[in-house]
């Protein structure tokens, strides 16, 4: 999902590996799912409606958009009495029990959602108290309670525990942190993919590098979310750091530099998806976006921008309010104007997915494409070798993919 940022939430999802469709379909309304009047989007909720509607209110939020209230009260009416959420809930006047599938990508992105607005902090504190008590024993966390750790979903949990003003680094279980799950599936210096993030070990223990794990692992390790601001220019990209013991922050360049030299030949990252053709991953590419600008690359950021201001249309009408958030976040920390993102506005076409705002400004709250001095000059060839993925996939469930990294957690 990313599995946490790719675009739609999986039934189940096993220990090995995340699939993120790069354009698949959305599936069209179920005859017996009804859409409620404050949900962002057309199609069938039953596994992202949380995901897509928290994007949706975050990336209004952070173009100063205040959305509308029945669109808010939907999000927050899908609290289950623990704190979690899950995917979709067609009936919320039952209560959760244990079939309801609660999970942390769902509960995190609507903890950075309802945190942004403000005035939730019941609800936020109940969600966090819940992924408190579902965090592993390496610090790290799982799609589902009890799952093994993942990039993606660590990396969405840590930006919940930024957003309500808690620090990561201090949310332990065993004595270990969110930062030390990650950096244990960070590929180290001297592999042949150093810099990238797996997804999660293979029942071997071993590492294969994954896009959708590298841009959530880099946002994740420098401590930010879904909304993630530029970071200061490296000093050198030529370098792999920190040896086999990289600090976060290094992790993070080593990870950005992965993405910057994957996209180096065609702008954007391409599927990975067994059996699908060579095609752009148009999700993971935004996503990619905001990790380069996090860890500082945001001139390489900008550039990537670029291309997908020149292809996005297709696939974020077809893919709906979570692309079009992912597209806003990308803008944001990258320093561009989403409502001039390849002359049109993504802002525009985001709110049209849902309730009408309660108030959106015409002036943009950006800032503009022009580089700063701390822009990076030159992120140049990085000794790091060829980029390239490799990795298994088995997904267990019924859940389609179409935009949660995403961490991959999300497509």
């Known amino acids: 999902m990313y599995v946490r940022r790719s675009a739609a939430v999986l039934a189940a999802v096993t220990v090995i590996g995340t699939v993120t469709p790069a354009f698949a379909a959305d599936p069209s309304p179920s005859a017996s799912v009804a859409l409620p009047s404050g949900l962002y989007g057309t199609t069938d909720p039953t596994y992202d409606g949380v995901w897509r509607q928290s994007l949706a209110l975050l990336a209004q939020d952070t173009v100063d958009v205040k959305p509308a209230a029945k669109a808010v009260d939907w999000l927050t009416g899908q609290q289950c009495a623990d704190g979690g959420f899950a995917p979709f809930r067609a009936d919320v006047s039952k209560a959760c029990d244990a079939k309801t599938p609660v999970d942390t990508n769902n509960t995190a992105a609507a903890v950075q ?15 966090v108290d819940w992924l408190k008590s579902v965090q592993n024993k390496d610090g790290g966390w799982g799609y589902l309670p009890g799952g ?10 840590i930006g919940a525990l930024a957003a309500v003003g808690e620090k990561p680094a201090a949310v332990r279980k065993a004595g270990r942190s969110p930062y030390d799950a990650l950096l244990k599936l960070s590929l180290p210096c001297g592999d042949g993919d150093a810099g990238a993030f797996a997804f999660q070990p293979d029942k071997k223990g071993a590492l294969a590098a994954n896009a959708d794990a590298t841009a959530a692992g880099v946002v994740g390790v420098l401590g930010q979310g879904l909304v993630a601001t530029a970071g200061k220019a490296p000093a050198s990209t030529r370098e792999c750091l920190g040896g086999k ?8 360049l080593n990870g950005a530099v992965h993405l910057a030299q994957d996209m180096s030949g065609t702008g954007y990252l391409k599927s990975v998806m067994p059996g699908a053709k060579d095609q752009p991953d148009y999700g993971n ?18 550039e990537v921008l670029v291309w997908l201001e020149q292809h996005y249309a297709a696939w974020a009408e077809q893919s709906g309010p979570a692309a079009y958030a992912q597209l806003i976040f990308a803008a944001h920390a990258a320093g561009v104007d989403p409502r001039d993102f390849g002359d049109t506005d993504l802002v ?32 140049g060839d990085s000794p790091f070798g060829v980029w390239w993925y490799v990795g298994i996939f088995l997904v267990v469930g019924i859940g389609i993919g179409f935009l949660l990294s995403g961490r991959n957690k999300g497509k």
């Open 113 to 127: 959602a309802l945190a942004a607005l403000g005035g939730h902090d019941t609800a936020t504190g109940k969600a």
């Open 348 to 379: 525009k076409q985001l709110n049209a997915t849902g309730p009408a705002p309660q108030s959106a400004p015409n002036a943009s709250v950006t800032a503009s494409a022009k580089p700063s001095e701390d822009d990076e000059k030159d992120d």
């Open 285 to 302: 590419t935004a996503d990619a976006v905001v990790a380069l600008s996090a860890a500082g690359l945001t001139q390489r950021g900008r």
């Open 245 to 252: 013991a990289p600090t976060p922050a290094d992790a993070a």
């Open 148 to 157: 093994a750790s993942d990039a993606n979903s660590t990396s969405v949990v």
